[in-house]
């Protein structure tokens, strides 16, 4: 079971795979997706309604996701680099995102993310500082974090209700250069439940490596605990893990 944020409309099935023209998930909808079903292929979701929680289900996580790729028209300028984007920098801000979205279901826009990332002094050359987004959003939504190089230490913060964002060292599994991804969850065989915010259609059929360890739905992907564990190795920290207040 894991937690996520609908970052668009979500199409709805019934448990016997016809589709629900009268139910769907909203963008902002804060959701509980329980484990794939025995038959193999559908997950059930738990999604918010005026009447109460109801269930539907899925069988492709399409819409789970802040996408940097999308933004390629919202600056996210910095010293040396005028012409810089969401889409072209602001991975760490859309990773955020999805890490907020799934631990506190509150739907954050890239605009307001953006802003607090000028404001705190996170974006810098290469990127987003992390640990300087974190503390200063952290204050103003609600969350607080600590950073672990220790994969089972993530795990564990991730059973416990946690989310993590991953700082990759771009060894070619999740990215060819810096990257974070967030982890929202874990599956009942342990693999994590990654939200890539750089994700584009054919990032995990793009090499062997890849199609070997990564199973991709829709805009969620899933890789063991090892995997993302090895695609950190030389970052520090190379886990940013966020739990409520």
């Known amino acids: 079971m894991f937690k996520v944020m609908a970052f668009k409309r979500v199409r709805l099935y019934t448990e016997q795979g016809i589709e629900d023209k009268s139910s769907h998930i909203d963008a902002g909808d804060w959701c509980i997706v329980h484990d ?3 038959h193999g292929g559908w997950w059930p979701v738990e999604y918010p309604t005026k ?7 899925v069988n492709s996580f399409t819409g789970f996701l802040c996408n ?13 680099y005028p012409s810089a984007t969401i889409k072209s920098g602001g991975c760490g801000v859309c990773a955020a995102i999805n890490a907020v979205g799934a631990l506190l279901g509150k739907m ?14 996170a974006r810098v050359t290469g990127g987003t500082n992390m640990a300087t987004l974190l503390d200063f959003a952290g204050q103003r939504l609600g969350f607080k974090w600590k950073a672990s190089n220790d994969a089972k230490v993530m795990a564990e913060h991730i059973k416990k209700g946690g989310v993590a964002i991953c700082n990759v060292a771009g060894r070619g599994m999740f990215s ?15 693999r994590a439940v990654i939200a890539d915010s750089g994700l584009y259609p054919t990032k995990y059929r793009a090499s062997a490596q890849r199609k070997a360890n990564v199973e991709q739905r829709g805009d969620l992907v899933f890789a063991e605990i090892k995997i993302v564990d090895a695609d950190c190795i030389g970052r520090n920290p190379r886990y940013y893990l966020l739990e409520k207040k």
């Open 36 to 38: 794939e079903d025995e």
């Open 176 to 190: 060819t250069g810096g990257h974070y991804v967030a982890v929202i969850g874990l599956l009942k065989d342990g």
């Open 51 to 57: 009447a109460g929680r109801k269930t539907g289900w």
């Open 108 to 121: 954050v826009s890239v605009q307001a993310m953006r802003k607090l990332a000028f404001q705190s002094g």
């Open 68 to 80: 940097q790729n999308e933004y390629g028209k919202i600056g996210y300028t910095v010293n040396g």
